[in-house]
């Protein structure tokens, strides 16, 4: 089993930026492929971003496209969402997870998920 810790969030003006973290836990990370989705209060949590095991592979969220990018260092057992020219409707709970088959948008797909960490952009 893969535990994901997730770091980095917090209070940021409109076209800030901030680097959400994901710490995984266990020696088999790299076989996992992970993603990154945020859910806003009264909202479905939705799809932001996803990497594959090697990192060769990525993939975005139309709203976040261009602004966000995600990336993962194995040796260090973390996955990052790097987040720039944030807007407000960008604030949400963003959290990291973990799937061992592939990467996916699809949140079912994903076996494992981390507390989140809180997002908020002020106008």
């Known amino acids: 089993q893969v535990q994901l810790v997730e770091s980095g969030g917090g209070l940021v003006q409109a076209g800030g930026s901030l680097r959400l973290s994901c710490a995984a836990s266990?020696?088999?990370?790299?076989?996992?492929?992970m993603g990154w989705f945020r859910q806003a209060p009264g909202k479905e949590r939705e799809f932001v971003a996803a990497?594959?095991?090697?990192?060769?592979?990525?993939s975005y969220a139309a709203s976040v496209k261009g602004r966000f990018t995600i990336s993962r260092d194995n040796a260090k057992n973390t996955v990052y969402l790097q987040t720039n020219s944030l807007k407000p409707e960008d604030t949400a709970i963003y959290y990291c997870?973990?799937?061992?088959?592939?990467?996916?948008?699809?949140?079912?797909?994903?076996?494992?998920w981390g507390q989140g960490t809180q997002v908020t952009v002020s106008s």
């Open positions: 997870a973990a799937n061992r088959y592939l990467a996916s948008s699809r949140q079912n797909d994903y076996n494992y």
């Open positions: 266990g020696r088999t990370f790299s076989i996992y492929a």
């Open positions: 990497i594959n095991w090697s990192g060769g592979s990525t």
